[in-house]
């Protein structure tokens, strides 16, 4: 049985990457991200135009994992089309200004609480909605980085969050 793969901020970067190498694999994989028309690109993308059927299927929506009823439907939708989920990528993250150039003691309070509520709460939204479609066997991937454990000039409120997420993630192990 091909597994299924639920994943979040799936329309770039390591979301996608991820997303297609588990198409290449065999699974079904539903994607997500937050701008809709970036996901249907991304979806038609990974199932390419030719309808190979030697590899795996996608399906994506629009979802924010700030709206824990995003996450819900999502989450539904994907057991209801596919069965028990196998993978979760909680992947869906923010970064407001660039690596480098985003000092803690610069940072806007609407930022840190947009990046905060984006990359740890939508951790927990993710996870928390996730819970009741997965199978047995299941795994749940929270991707952080060295900067959630060591000190990073300019890495701001992004370097708090991924440690945050790290913290969510070990509470739900």
Do not use: C
Not at 94 to 112: L, N, R
């Amino acid at each position: 049985m091909d597994p299924t793969v639920a994943i979040t901020g799936a329309t770039s970067g390591i979301g996608r990457a991820v997303a297609e190498s588990f198409v290449e694999a065999g699974a079904f994989v539903a994607v997500s991200g937050r701008d809709g028309d970036a996901v249907d690109r991304t979806v038609e993308e990974l199932n390419g135009v030719d309808g190979d059927t030697d590899v795996g299927r996608a399906w994506g929506t629009r979802v924010d994992v700030r709206d824990e009823f995003d996450l819900e439907r999502f989450f539904e939708r994907v057991a209801r089309e596919a069965g028990p989920i196998d993978v979760v990528l909680a992947n869906a993250a923010v970064f407001h200004g660039g690596p480098g150039e985003s000092p803690t003691d610069e940072v806007a309070y609407s930022e840190f609480d947009d990046t905060m509520r984006t990359n740890a709460r939508g951790v927990f939204a993710t996870i928390a909605e996730a819970l009741p479609h997965l199978a047995d066997d299941a795994r749940v991937i929270v991707p952080s980085g060295s900067v959630a454990h060591e000190s990073k000039q300019g890495m701001g409120a992004y370097a708090v969050s991924k440690a945050a997420a790290e913290a969510v993630a070990r509470g739900f192990a």
